[in-house]
Each structure stands twice: as structure tokens, then as C-alpha cells.
């Protein structure tokens, strides 16, 4: 069974950084690729940041390309999301993903219960 844990979350001021973890707790980890998504208060989940099961690979939203890094240690089970130069309009409630459920989606099987990140102005 997957069980992921978010965590790192928290306010910062706009222009600072954060960087989130996600723990895999099952024994498969490095066989999944893995994503990042966000929900700002009020509006519909979107997609951040995704990484391939090997960790070459990865794409990023245009909105945080070249401001967040996604990366992940298979060897300890735990996908990263680095996050600078942040926004206010970053803040939302953070979550990881596992497993993908077809190829060329963004559909995931496994969710985190996530992590608020608040950016203030």
C-alpha cells in the first residue's frame, strides 16, 4: 500500500523559498513517476511540476518553470519540490502524486492529504 506524506509547507514572505518532501511509505518508490499539483483557495487543483519513475525527465507549469525544481531520491523515498522566487499567487495547498495511470496523462492513483503554502505580499 502507498502512503504519502507531505511536508515543509508553511508562510513565507514573497521573493523566499520553501521546499516541500513527499515520503512514500511502500516499497515500490522508484518504480512510479510522480507529480506535483496545487489548489489555490477557491479554484480547481493544477498541475506543477511532474518527474519520471528514473528522475530524468521532468516538465514543469509555465507558471512556475524556472522558479520551482522537482527532484526526487529513489534510495529514500522521497520526492522534493524547491520552490523560489515565490509568489502570493503560489499560495495554495501543495500535494504529491504516484503511479500514473496511463501513459502521456496527468491522472494519478496515489495521493497525499497535502501541505499549505502560504506566500504573503
Known amino acids: 500500500q502507498v502512503q504519502l506524506i507531505e511536508s515543509g509547507g508553511g508562510l513565507v514572505q514573497a521573493g523566499g523559498s520553501l521546499r516541500l518532501s513527499c515520503k512514500d511509505s511502500g516499497r515500490t518508490f522508484s518504480s512510479y513517476d510522480m507529480g506535483w499539483f496545487r489548489q489555490p483557495p477557491g479554484k480547481e487543483r493544477e498541475f506543477v511540476a511532474e518527474i519520471k519513475w528514473s528522475g530524468v525527465g521532468t516538465t514543469y507549469a509555465d507558471s512556475v518553470k524556472g522558479r520551482f525544481t522537482i527532484s526526487r531520491d529513489n534510495a529514500e523515498s522521497t520526492l522534493y519540490l524547491q520552490m523560489n522566487s515565490l509568489k502570493p499567487e503560489d499560495t495554495a495547498v501543495y500535494y504529491c502524486?504516484?503511479?500514473?495511470?496511463?501513459?502521456?496523462?496527468?491522472?494519478?492513483?496515489?495521493w497525499g492529504q497535502g501541505t499549505q503554502v502560504t506566500v504573503s505580499s
Open positions: 502524486a504516484s503511479d500514473r495511470l496511463a501513459p502521456k496523462t496527468r491522472s494519478f492513483r496515489y
